[in-house]
């Protein structure tokens, strides 16, 4: 599906099928992702998992400055990183593969930017948006899956992981509520787009209301 902001450049059609999975940190977002890939390679489809920040070499090197720089990111800073490391993913890795008619899982796409960036920063939806349509010439997932959790509980889940939290994952639980608030904010405002799924249910419950999602889109 694809979509062009006033800004945007006319997207190039694509033939594949974009699966995007959001939502707060540690509601189990890779778990879900892993299941739906082992899934559709069973059936036989080719797959590209990936996901934002990070999905490229370029990538990689942006995702080391939003994650883990130790100084003050300005809020606009931070957005335009996101949306730096977006416009060369989606050029590079994810339009090419929907192009060859593939599969692409992605963890995270432009729907975090807004949540986190246009909530949680303050920055504005629409901003924020029109900024990720205008980086990926107006790419929008055929189906995005919103793992919803509330904030306490996500937490309790990385305390349990043991691993140091990165610069998003250290902010407060206010700035973690209004990005779960965007999220579902925004899963209301396309609803022909979001699946949005209770990540207290187990991990095989949510992937079987996942598959049953995207059986019908595979053509
Ligand atoms: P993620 O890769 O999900 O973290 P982890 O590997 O620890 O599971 O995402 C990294 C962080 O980046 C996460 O806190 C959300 C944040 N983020 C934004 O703030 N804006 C964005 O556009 C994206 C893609 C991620």
Do not use: N
């Not at 599906?1 to 033939?15: I, K």
């Not at 300005?74 to 929907?98: F, G, N």
């Not at 937490?155 to 209004?178: N, S």
């Amino acid at each position: 599906m694809t979509a062009t902001g006033d800004t945007a450049p006319v997207p190039e059609p694509v033939d594949g099928l974009f699966v995007t999975f959001e939502g707060g940190d540690g509601v189990g977002k890779t778990t879900q992702a892993a299941l739906l890939e082992a899934w559709l390679r069973d059936a036989g489809r080719t797959v590209v998992r990936t996901r934002e920040p990070g999905g490229t070499e370029v990538g990689v090197l942006i995702r080391d400055i939003v994650l883990h720089h130790r100084g003050e990111v300005a809020p606009r800073a931070e957005a335009l990183l996101y949306a730096a490391d977006r416009a060369h993913h989606v050029e590079t890795l994810v339009r090419p593969a929907l192009a060859r008619g593939e599969v692409v899982i992605q963890d995270r796409y432009l729907d975090s930017s807004v949540a986190y960036q246009g909530a949680g920063r303050v920055l504005g939806r629409d901003e924020v948006r029109e900024l990720s349509l205008w980086a990926t010439g107006g790419l929008l997932p055929d189906v995005t899956v919103l793992l919803d959790l509330d904030p306490a509980s996500a937490r309790a889940r990385l305390e349990a992981d043991e691993k140091p939290f990165d610069r998003l994952e250290a902010e407060k639980e206010h700035f973690h509520a209004r990005v779960r608030e965007e999220f579902l904010a925004l899963a209301a405002a396309e609803p022909e787009r979001f699946l949005v799924l209770d990540a207290a249910l187990p991990p095989d419950a949510l992937a079987a209301a996942v598959r049953a999602r995207v059986e019908p889109l595979l053509a």
